[in-house]
């Protein structure tokens, strides 16, 4: 049960209502988190799509994209997230053994996708300056400085949701991740 005022999607207005209509239009529904996030603040829900609009024109490809956030998703502990970028995941050309591969650190049968899986682990788990083996190591992969911002930003898209969803508690409209 959320712990947040959430209203159903009908009972939107204004600002809310007009986000929701395009969310719903774009992907069908409009899932649990949006919900929760718009019902109370419009204006960080409208943040959080737009930031993302932006990381769909960064350096990133969609697969890369959604292993920082199932990596991401992982260190926070957010089933929320995790069961939603593991569909997103899969849509994008993981397969099943890559997504719990980047979420555990274990092979995903992508040199890359590995490096950039333990560059985005190491960033977030731990604090004060990221040892410069780990930025290394990601540019040894072959990221770019620019693709290493772009992570940067997925990884702020992500918090936010993993953080508003383990506050929040929010009911997991995905299938679950394995």
Do not use: W
Not at 58 to 64: D, F, Q, R
Not at 78 to 90: E, F, I, N
Request: with cysteine; aromatic share 6%; charged share 15%.
């Amino acid at each position: 049960m959320s712990r947040l005022f959430t209203q159903p999607v009908s009972a939107a207005t204004g600002h809310a209502a007009q986000l929701f209509t395009a969310i719903k239009g774009a992907i069908g529904k409009v899932p649990n988190a949006y919900v929760g996030i718009g019902t109370n603040s419009p204006v960080a829900l409208e943040a959080a799509l737009n930031l993302d609009g932006a990381l769909r024109k960064s350096s990133l490809s969609a697969k890369e994209i959604e292993v920082i956030k199932l990596a991401v998703s992982q260190d926070a502990q957010c089933d929320y997230c995790l069961a939603a970028h593991t569909l997103m995941g899969g849509k994008a050309g993981l397969s099943a053994d890559a997504i719990v591969g980047v979420r555990h650190g274990t092979a995903s049968g992508d040199a890359r996708l590995d490096a950039l899986a333990s560059f985005v682990h190491s960033v977030v788990t731990t604090s004060g300056d990221v040892p410069a083996n780990v930025v290394l190591a990601v540019k040894q992969a072959g990221y770019s400085d620019a693709q290493i911002v772009d992570t940067l930003l997925a990884i702020t898209s992500i918090t936010f949701t993993n953080l508003f969803n383990r506050v929040n508690v929010t009911e997991i409209d995905f299938p679950r991740a394995a």
